[in-house]
C-alpha cells in the first residue's frame, strides 16, 4: 500500500471542521474518497475545500483546527486502497 499526503494548494487558515459547533470532516480510521472534503482553507474571507485527491484510509492528521498553513504544508495522509 501506498501514502498519500493531502497539500494545502493555498496559504491560509485551515479548518478542520465546517462549523465551530459541527463534527470534524475526517478523523484518522476514516475511509474516503478522492472527492471527499477534507478540510477548508480560509483566505481573506474565502473559504476553498479540499478534496483528500485519493481513495484509501486517513492514517494522520497534520494540520490542527485554525492553525496557519502554507501553500505545500501535508494536511492529512491517506493509506491508498
Do not use: C
Not at 485551515?14 to 463534527?23: E, I, L, S, V
Not at 470532516?25 to 479540499?50: C, H, P, Y
Not at 485519493?54 to 502554507?70: C, D, F, K, L, P
Request: proline share 7%; glycine share 10%; net charge negative.
Amino acid at each position: 500500500m501506498s501514502e498519500h499526503v493531502v497539500q494545502s494548494p493555498l496559504p491560509g487558515v485551515f479548518y478542520t471542521r465546517p462549523a465551530p459547533d459541527k463534527d470534524p470532516f475526517v478523523e484518522v480510521g476514516a475511509v474516503v474518497s478522492a472527492d471527499t472534503t477534507v478540510g477548508l482553507v480560509e483566505v481573506m474571507k474565502q473559504f476553498a475545500e479540499i478534496k483528500a485527491g485519493a481513495s484509501g484510509t486517513v492514517t494522520r492528521i497534520h494540520a490542527e483546527n485554525e492553525s496557519i498553513i502554507g501553500p505545500g504544508d501535508g494536511i492529512l495522509t491517506i493509506e491508498k486502497d
